[in-house]
């Protein structure tokens, strides 16, 4: 498998969507070149590579109101931000994105994906193999192909609008194939999300007798789709799309389907991870003898962890922020978790996933004497979260996506009961019945709530999605803030200019053009060369 891999390597780094000149084009091999797969078990190497289960969701995590950008880091290191042109996602500044060379993880990451879907399913019929190995194998390609196909039209796409307003809208190109010479224009969102149903039927057609299955070292296959895999996808997608009835069928029948996997309980599986607990000092003063802290990870974290032993994944995506930033959660966020850190420790996903003195890792926010300038800096305390960083169909969303489907087709006592079954296995026993359990006063209530528990269970990544969806349903005035705003500075495409602070805003309900990212501008260059007009998101005027 690691063969074929590298064999191909060549092909799929180059996508059909984002290749660009002729000198790309003729590193790739000829037929005469290649070893060609002969065995279904080749193709099957491609959903096992852990290469293949990340999508960097980065400017989509700073651009959500779960995130908070610290002028302290910019002010600190004046490449902090600008080094990584995350100045311009954190200010929501559409436009100055449109005109630089941001590299959008989600375009290339599923392109490039999509391109290995469409190789698994070229080669299908000339490989060895039983008619089941390869119906299982087209399955996961179908189904690999139906979860990128999302993930990129609710990143680069207006957000799909029940009402029907935005089906004729720009959604993302349709790569059906590996030919080179052929590159789509963008079709339309209704396209794509039909398409992605259609991939989901196909899918099911083999998957919907298949359970999970368990790997030889006793966790489960999180790299091969299933059954509730796909009911769990179908329940996202309907859900993105407003129709409720068909996400809370969808998610009832991914629960109804769980096998081994299950709610972990927090309670009883979690722990800090002993072996990566490590103790610092911390200066105050000049005159500060230093301060002895211990700084505690959550046992996912560890090393020791693996990947796959997460029993609530039905499939596995893992995503990331940019590296360097840390994910430092907002006000709003923290006070959904408690009034007081006595109260937000009862819930253990912020007691083992939030560090509060994470800064203390880094040497920079320990205090101490800069010997180049003679100035001394004091310790900075400064928390983060470092949950796990997964975006993939689980239990704990269908519990979510049920809950919040109930909630709005009127059985509020039934989202009650679902909701609070998760949330029973999130919080230290010691918790009093009247902070784990959620009662909703009436639907709006219960849906509002619904929607903070998803922020509590799945923050930064998937908020930035959720906020497009309530607008989409033309939700933003009731349930979103009315203004997010920022205290940042000016800047421009290298440079963050300390000197210049700024506030900045963002207005949900009326600026859902910035829902959808802008498409790279160094792939709308590269397929011009190729005759094809792709149009790039517009937007309001940045500010």
């Known amino acids: ?137 087209a399955a ?71 359970a999970l299955e368990i790997a030889e070292v006793g966790n489960i296959m999180q790299w091969r789709a299933s059954a509730p895999a796909l009911y769990a996808l179908y329940a996202r997608v309907y859900l993105t799309m407003g129709d409720f009835n068909s996400a809370l069928t969808y998610a009832q029948k991914a629960l109804e389907n769980n096998g081994e996997a299950r709610l972990v309980n927090y309670a009883t599986e979690m722990s800090y991870a002993d072996e990566m607990e490590r103790t610092e000092i911390i200066y105050t003063s000049e005159t500060d003898p230093g301060t002895e802290v211990t700084i505690q990870y959550p046992l996912t974290s560890s090393q020791m962890f693996r990947r796959y032993d997460w029993k609530e994944t039905y499939y596995k995506r893992t995503t990331s922020a940019p590296r360097g930033l840390w994910l430092v959660p907002s006000d709003e966020l923290i006070a959904l978790f408690g009034v007081d850190e006595a109260t937000r420790e009862l819930d253990l996903r912020w007691k083992y996933y939030y560090i509060e003195n994470y800064s203390y890792t880094e040497s920079d926010y320990r205090g101490g004497m800069n010997w180049w300038t003679g100035t001394f800096t004091p310790a900075e305390e400064i928390g983060a979260w470092v949950g796990r960083p997964d975006i993939g169909p689980s239990v704990a969303e269908m519990y979510l996506i049920k809950a919040e489907c109930q909630a709005r087709t009127g059985d509020l006592s039934g989202a009650e009961a679902t909701v609070n079954m998760l949330r029973k296995t ?83 309900a009326s600026e859902l053009q910035k829902f959808a990212f802008p498409i790279p501008r160094k792939d709308i260059d590269q397929v011009a060369v190729y005759g094809v007009d792709m149009k790039q998101n517009s937007y309001p005027a940045d500010q």
């Open 1 to 137: 498998m690691k063969q074929l891999y590298k064999i191909f390597l060549p092909i799929l780094l180059a996508a059909p969507i984002i290749v660009g000149c002729e000198d790309m084009l003729e590193e790739i091999p000829s037929k005469q070149q290649e070893i060609i797969p002969t065995k279904v078990e080749y193709l099957d190497g491609f959903l096992s590579n852990n290469d293949q289960q990340s999508i960097t969701l980065d400017a989509q995590i700073l651009m959500s109101d779960d995130y908070v950008p610290l002028n302290t880091f910019q002010e600190r290191d004046a490449w902090h931000y600008s080094g990584s042109q995350a100045q311009m996602p954190i200010t929501w500044s559409m436009n100055a994105i449109t005109i630089s060379d941001y590299e959008s993880g989600p375009w290339r990451n599923c392109y490039d994906y999509m391109y290995k879907a469409n190789t698994m399913l070229e080669y299908l019929p000339e490989v060895s193999g039983t008619d089941e190995q390869k119906a299982r194998t």
């Open 426 to 508: 999130r919080f230290d026993p010691a918790a009093d019945a009247s902070i784990v359990d959620l009662s909703f006063a009436n639907a709006e209530n219960a849906i509002k709530q619904v929607l903070e528990e998803r922020r509590r269970e799945m923050p930064f990544f998937f908020r930035w999605n959720d906020m497009a969806r309530i607008a989409g349903y033309g939700e933003a005035s009731t349930l979103l803030p009315a203004t997010i705003s920022r205290e940042f500075y000016e800047f421009d495409l290298n440079n963050v200019f300390t000197d210049a602070p700024k506030t900045y805003t963002f207005n949900p």
């Open 140 to 210: 996961d390609a179908h189904y690999w192909r139906a979860l990128n196909y999302y993930y990129l039209i609710t990143n680069y796409a207006l957000p799909y609008q029940p009402n029907g307003s935005t089906r004729s809208s720009l959604g993302v190109p349709i790569k059906p194939d590996t030919n080179l010479e052929d590159f789509p224009n963008r079709a339309t969102v209704g396209e794509v999300y039909d398409l992605i149903l259609e991939e989901l039927t196909e899918a099911e057609t083999f998957l919907k007798d298949q």
